[in-house]
């Protein structure tokens, strides 16, 4: 049995700190990426789409690049200003599978390809659903918005986006 000393003490309460601090700034991470959706000044990105090279419309945008911002999205949300969205960013392009749970607004979500590309959009998702809506080709960006405005605003697959990050 190894005898407890004093340097031993001192690297067992070290890391006993380090384990609470990091905890602490764990858990205030959290937090804020569960209020990530509701701070209006974090919609500070510029997504426009366009068809032909013309401008169709444009959003004030929140950026999901985190795995945390991603599964909360845009959940607990009773309404979202009609100009704003929130775009999730996934590194590596890929088949997409999102829901609505927790989620209290319909949305559209649009499935954008690496190329900048519309490809998929689907309208009017249901409040709180489970069910999987699925990207079914390999993406690298989906775009949510209020349900309603990709068919109002005439947003179709082939128009391309362009997403100006303000940070």
Same mark, same amino acid.
């Given at each position: 049995?190894?005898?407890?000393?004093?340097?031993?003490?001192?690297?067992?309460?070290?890391?006993?700190?380090?384990?609470?601090?990091?905890?602490?700034?764990?858990?205030?991470?959290?937090?804020?990426?569960?209020?990530?959706?509701?701070?209006?000044?974090?919609?500070?990105?510029?997504?426009? !789409?366009?068809? +032909? *090279?013309?401008? %169709?419309?444009?959003?004030?945008?929140?950026?999901?690049?985190?795995? #945390?911002?991603? =599964?909360?999205?845009?959940?607990?949300?009773?309404?979202?200003?009609?100009?704003?969205?929130?775009?999730?960013?996934?590194?590596?392009?890929?088949?997409?599978?999102?829901?609505?749970?927790?989620?209290?607004?319909?949305?559209?979500?649009?499935? !954008?390809?690496? +190329? *900048?590309?519309? %490809?998929?959009?689907?309208?009017?998702?249901?409040?709180?659903?489970? #069910?999987?809506? =699925?990207?079914?080709?390999?993406?690298?960006?989906?775009?949510?918005?209020?349900?309603?405005?990709?068919?109002?605003?005439?947003?179709?697959?082939?128009?391309?986006?362009?997403?100006?990050?303000?940070?």
């Amino acid at each position: 049995m190894k005898k407890l000393t004093l340097t031993n003490i001192k690297f067992f309460v070290f890391l006993f700190i380090t384990i609470i601090a990091s905890s602490k700034i764990n858990a205030k991470e959290s937090v804020n990426n569960s209020k990530f959706n509701q701070d209006l000044k974090n919609y500070n990105a510029k997504l426009k !789409i366009f068809s +032909n *090279n013309k401008l %169709i419309t444009e959003f004030n945008v929140a950026i999901a690049d985190n795995e #945390e911002k991603k =599964s909360y999205g845009l959940m607990n949300l009773d309404s979202l200003p009609k100009k704003n969205g929130m775009i999730f960013i996934f590194e590596n392009q890929e088949i997409v599978n999102m829901w609505m749970k927790n989620t209290r607004i319909s949305l559209d979500m649009i499935f !954008i390809n690496h +190329n *900048n590309e519309i %490809i998929k959009i689907v309208e009017n998702t249901s409040p709180y659903s489970t #069910e999987i809506i =699925s990207s079914q080709n390999k993406v690298s960006k989906v775009l949510e918005i209020n349900a309603g405005l990709a068919k109002e605003l005439k947003i179709k697959t082939g128009q391309k986006i362009k997403l100006i990050n303000n940070k």
